[in-house]
């Protein structure tokens, strides 16, 4: 597994693993819903001990998984479950293996960060993983894993569809499409916000988001938006 400043005695594992388990996803998706259960047991089609006992597993604080989607030219983002006791949370996080620092893009917590991505941007990725192995147009679980991070009051006609259909190819079993309306509608711990295209790249309007305006160096900017797909628009 990839070292992660920062992480260094911290107890992390390969977390690749839980990605062919359903049941990961419904707990994964606890971060879009802020922990409320029913709409994910529906859409998934489990019951709800059954996702509390899952969610415990991967909440185990005696080891931290560790979930990574490949970028461009090296880069990764990895997700980390921070299984600190009391002050859990998920990390999203951009780096490089020659960086001595990652780059974070949101933090979901208690006192969360973000969003940390747009739809545009979610849909870059998730194409980009798939073109990187045998996967369909958009890789099915890299669109899950980063969604709790995505915020957009701009999504298209067809956003509900596209979600259902993640939704599915990763085991939901339920009500899907109603899941999907449910996920958007929410968009997690920010609820839907407005992006900017700015020459240096794209900022979330977002008080709480590290891409939010002069939170970032224009340069990592630039980067962050060049890595995610969105470059800058004059």
């Known amino acids: 597994m990839h070292k992660i400043p920062g992480y260094e005695d911290d107890p992390l594992v390969d977390g690749a693993y839980l990605v062919d388990e359903p049941l ?17 047991c529906a859409g998934f089609g489990v019951s709800k001990a059954d996702l509390l006992q899952f969610f415990e597993r991967v909440s185990d604080e005696r080891q931290w998984p560790v979930l990574s989607v ?5 880069h990764l983002l990895h997700v ?23 780059v974070p893009l949101a933090r979901v917590e208690g006192c969360f960060r973000g969003p940390g991505l747009c739809w545009p941007e979610l849909l870059t990725v998730a194409h980009t993983a798939a073109e990187a192995g045998s996967a369909p147009r958009l890789d099915p679980h890299t669109f899950l894993l980063l969604l709790p991070i995505m915020s957009d009051a701009d999504l298209p006609l067809d956003a509900d569809d596209v979600l259902a259909a993640m939704l599915n190819a990763c085991g939901a079993a339920g009500e899907t499409e109603a899941l999907a309306r449910i996920l958007l509608e929410e968009q997690g711990s920010w609820g839907p916000q407005h ?20 939170a970032m160096s224009p340069d990592t ?13 004059a």
Do not use: M
């Open 70 to 74: 490949p970028l461009s030219a090296g």
């Open 80 to 102: 980390v479950y921070r299984n600190l006791p009391g002050e859990g949370g998920y990390d999203y996080l951009l780096h490089h293996p020659e960086w001595k620092a990652t």
């Open 24 to 40: 990961f996803w419904a707990s994964h998706l606890l971060q879009c819903t802020n922990g409320v259960e029913e709409p994910l």
């Open 221 to 233: 900017l630039a980067q962050v938006s060049l890595l995610l797909g969105s470059g800058g628009n």
């Open 195 to 214: 992006w900017t295209l700015t020459p240096a790249g794209r900022i979330s309007e977002a008080r709480h988001a590290f891409r939010r305006p002069g």
